[in-house]
């Protein structure tokens, strides 16, 4: 019953991280091929790092993580703490987006993911409960 709650969830994560991996691909695609300076991103690379930290006795199981539309799947997790290797952004990269699962002790239990870009934390998403799956997006 677990595993299959689990691969819902991994599975539903994975579907909201392609949609938003292809919002911002739609929308970086949209703009006019003019002279304007690329405004996300800054025209530059950045060094990208995902975290998740769960509550006492949950345990993390899997996560999938990217940039734009380089989308790494990370399975058979453990632990009430998960962080990515460094990702570095191509140029004018987008976004970047993180979905992390979780099986907590019971319904108080709790998910935190981060985002953290170039040594400073950008953005978190929380999820609170026994099945567990936080996501956040952040738009260099």
């Not at 380089?70 to 998960?82: D, E, F, P």
């Not at 970047?96 to 953290?116: M, R």
Request: aromatic share 8%; proline share 1%; with cysteine.
């Amino acid at each position: 019953m677990k595993k299959t709650r689990i691969n819902q969830l991994l599975k539903g994560a994975f579907v909201v991280l392609l949609a938003t991996v292809l919002m911002g691909f739609v929308a970086s695609c949209s703009k006019d091929d003019d002279d304007t300076p690329n405004v996300n991103g800054a025209g530059k690379s950045h060094k990208v790092v995902f975290k998740a930290i769960a509550s006492a006795g949950a345990n993390i199981d899997g996560a999938v993580y990217g940039i734009d539309s380089n989308a790494t799947t990370a399975s058979s997790l453990s632990g009430t703490t998960w962080s990515s290797p460094e990702v570095t952004s191509e140029k004018g990269a987008y976004n970047a987006n993180v979905v992390v699962n979780a099986i907590g002790v019971d319904a108080s239990s709790t998910l935190k993911v981060q985002i953290w870009v170039d040594g400073e934390l950008k953005k978190e998403g929380t999820s609170s409960g026994q099945y567990l799956s936080a996501s956040a997006s952040y738009t260099f």
